[in-house]
């Protein structure tokens, strides 16, 4: 079984550059390279990564690809570029011979306008994808998912995937109810996948537990079923709360519920496909 980490990070650390690691989360503010991930996958038997953008600038793209290059075992990247710029089809044609490229994402869920997914200089941006053949990740907080739905909609014929089941606001006490309903909604378009990924940064409380986390992994498994959920660590974010072994191990624990096939699909089979990796 093939087991792909679909979600993670690699910087060069400047506080400059990554303004939003606040001096609160002290042990991110390092560099994160491929040779401190490779520690981590082989570890926990993970084969391949697919590196995601941590910044919006073209030169992050740049960079993650130069690290793809060099390190067979990342097998795709989820870069930045400008889609809302008139000039977006030319910047697109320009990258077009990026083999490892495999989608974009833009930050949304920090983004002040509440419906900058429906703006139209956007998604002119976002209806040149399927052109290329690159997804898209939609990155964005549980509140943000009716919008995210009209997103979606906008673009039937486009792949999309949805970063750290929307981020939902967990807590002891029970699930986010307006969350799971919203997210069911979402999850009904045959066009978007979900990535299970790090959801302990998103915990209140002081302790996060399994227990916590579980009902989100039923209403994820339930939601998108096991041909469009997928593994995802959020590395080296997820160290704001627990180890990459932690995390592997936590969903490892969910996952034995699954059965071996189904098991293939949410370790590596939906990142292949939703990326187009080209695991064999």
Known sequence: MIRVDSHHHF????????????????????????KDLLRETQATHIDYVVSVQARQEMKETEFLLDQAKDNPWIRGV??????????????????RGQSKLKGVRHV???EPDERFLDRDDFNAGVKLLKEFDWTYDV??????????????DRHPEQRFVLDHIAKPVIQSGGVD????????????RPHVACKFSALMTEVRDPNWTVEM????????????????????????????????ADWVATVSMFAAELNRDEEAKFWGG??????????Q
């Open 108 to 110: 949304v869920q920090d």
């Open 270 to 279: 939906n990142a292949n496909r939703a990326y187009k990796l080209g695991i």
């Open 11 to 34: 910087w060069v650390y400047s506080e400059k550059e990554y303004g939003w690691i606040s001096p609160q989360m002290q042990i991110l503010r390092r560099d994160f390279v491929p």
């Open 139 to 152: 990155l964005i907080f549980g509140r943000q998912l009716p919008m995210a739905i009209r997103f979606v």
């Open 78 to 95: 989820v870069g930045w570029v400008p889609l809302a710029d008139p000039k977006i089809g030319t910047i697109l044609e320009g990258l």
């Open 213 to 244: 986390l579980r009902p989100y992994w039923d209403v994820a498994l339930d939601a998108f079923g096991a041909d469009r959920l997928m593994f995802g660590s959020d590395w080296p974010v997820c160290l704001l709360r627990a180890t990459y």
């Open 177 to 188: 109810k307006q969350w799971e309903k919203d997210f069911r909604e979402l999850a009904k």
